[in-house]
């Protein structure tokens, strides 16, 4: 869109959607993590370093 000269405000707008398709992404990996890794990581005694894993990805996907 750039090399295309296309008006800001539209790439702007284009830019935005790719980030909250990319954050809907991110939440779906994170709930199939929890349901499946995290669980199972729990009833095999593994949960606190799993959860701490976890906590800590999430803190830099809020970023």
Same mark, same amino acid.
């Not at 991110?26 to 005694?45: P, W």
């Given at each position: &869109?750039?090399?295309?000269? /296309? ?9 935005? !959607?790719?980030?909250? !398709?990319? $954050?809907?992404?991110? =939440? +779906?990996? #994170? %709930? /199939?993590?929890?349901?499946?890794? @995290?669980?199972? !990581?729990?009833? *095999?005694?593994?949960?606190? %370093? #799993?959860? %701490? %894993?976890? &906590? *800590? @990805? &999430? $803190?830099? =996907? +809020? $970023?």
């Amino acid at each position: &869109m750039v090399e295309e000269d /296309r008006y800001c405000v539209d790439i702007l707008v284009q830019i935005s !959607a790719i980030q909250s !398709a990319l $954050k809907n992404v991110g =939440f +779906s990996v #994170t %709930e /199939r993590h929890l349901n499946h890794c @995290v669980s199972d !990581a729990i009833r *095999n005694g593994d949960g606190r %370093e #799993t959860i %701490e %894993e976890l &906590m *800590n @990805v &999430m $803190k830099q =996907f +809020s $970023k």
